[in-house]
Every structure is written in C-alpha cells, then in structure tokens.
Nanobody
C-alpha cells in the first residue's frame, strides 16, 4: 500500500500561483504513473493531470492545459503540480493519486490505486 501526503494548498487571488507537492512512500515509486484529481463540494472527483512513471509523458484536463504543469522527481519520491494563472473555478480539494496499473495513466477514478488525504486550494475572484 502506498501512502501519499499532499502539501502546498492555500488561499490565493485570481491570477496567482501555487505549487502542490505530493510525497509518496510504501511502494516502489518510480514504476507507477502518478497524477492529481480535484473535487468541488459534493461533486464527483475530476481528473486534473497525470504523469508517466518516467516523467516523459504528461496529460492534462482541458480546463487546466497551458496553466498547470505536472512533474515528478523519482529520486525524492515526489510529484509536483505547478498551478499558474489560477481562476476561481480552480477552487477545490486537490488529491494526489497513484495509478492502479503499471503503464496505465489514471484519468478516471477507477484507474486510481491510492488517494492522498487532499489539500484545499481556494482562489478568490
């Protein structure tokens, strides 16, 4: 079982930036794809971004493409989500995830193997 701990959430004005970090432990980190989902209130969790095990391949939701950048450091078991030009609609709880299957990028919740506890991001308009 992998443990994921997010940090870096907070309050920011629209147009500002935040960087979320995710520390992973408990499983060989470098062989699994990683990603981020987010959830607003009682809505379903939605895909934000994903990165392959090597870091060579990334994919983003259309709503964040060009503003968010996902990266990973396999030497430190860390994943980072740089969020720029934040909008009020980015307000959500952000969850770090690890893919359930090797080689399969988790873009839907059924592809997620483990979830972090979440970190709140609030963007004021």
């Amino acid at each position: 079982q992998v443990q994921l701990v997010e940090s870096g959430g907070g309050f920011v004005e629209a147009g500002g930036s935040l960087r979320l970090s995710c520390a992973a432990s408990g499983r060989p980190f470098s062989i699994y794809p990683m990603g981020w989902f987010r959830q607003v209130s009682d809505k379903e969790r939605e895909f934000v971004a994903v990165v392959s095990s090597s870091g060579a391949v990334t994919d983003y939701a259309g709503s964040v493409k060009g503003r968010f950048t996902l990266s990973r450091d396999n030497t430190k078991n860390m994943v980072y989500l740089q969020m720029n030009s934040l909008k009020s609609e980015d307000t959500a709880v952000y969850y770090c995830v690890v893919g359930r299957r090797l080689g399969a990028l988790p873009r839907v919740t059924s592809d997620v193997g483990s979830w972090g506890q979440g970190t709140q991001v609030t963007v004021s308009s």
